[in-house]
Nanobody
Framework: QVQLVESGGGLVQAGGSLRLSCAAS????????MGWYRQAPGKQRELVAH???????NYADSVKGRFTISRDNAKNTVYLQMNSLKPEDTAVYYC????????????????WGRGTQVAVSS
């Protein structure tokens, strides 16, 4: 009932910038939290940043001061502006929508996008 589609990944040199977008579609009534996670080869998926519908944000220590998460509630879209990228930022970045109220369904749900690759060369 709900799909998340990420865009904006790619290959960039160290020190460069990328902007990721994730649009949620479907029978969405509301989304409490939207966020970005990443998974590098051989590592567990980790939180990068998330933002609530009220605008409260949380960042991983490794990206504080370099990444900025923002959100357009009317469009059910979340963005991740990534500046001063480092080779260690290389990973597949996944969009997440948590505590989603879906029309016609009881309870709350969580959804994931399929991921977008970010590669940072040194």
């Amino acid at each position: 009932q709900v799909q998340l589609v990420e865009s904006g990944g790619g290959l960039v040199q160290a020190g460069g910038s990328l902007r990721l977008s994730c649009a949620a579609s479907g029978r969405i009534l509301s989304i409490n939290t939207m966020g970005w996670y990443r998974q590098a080869p051989g590592k567990q998926r980790e939180l990068v940043a998330h933002i609530t519908s009220g605008g409260s944000t949380n960042y991983a220590d490794s990206v504080k001061g370099r990444f900025t998460i923002s959100r357009d509630n009317a469009k059910n879209t979340v963005y991740l502006q990534m500046n001063s990228l480092k080779p260690e930022d290389t990973a597949v970045y996944y969009c997440n929508a948590d505590r989603v109220l879906v029309g016609g369904l009881p309870g709350e749900y969580a959804y994931w996008g399929r991921g977008t690759q970010v590669a940072v060369s040194s």
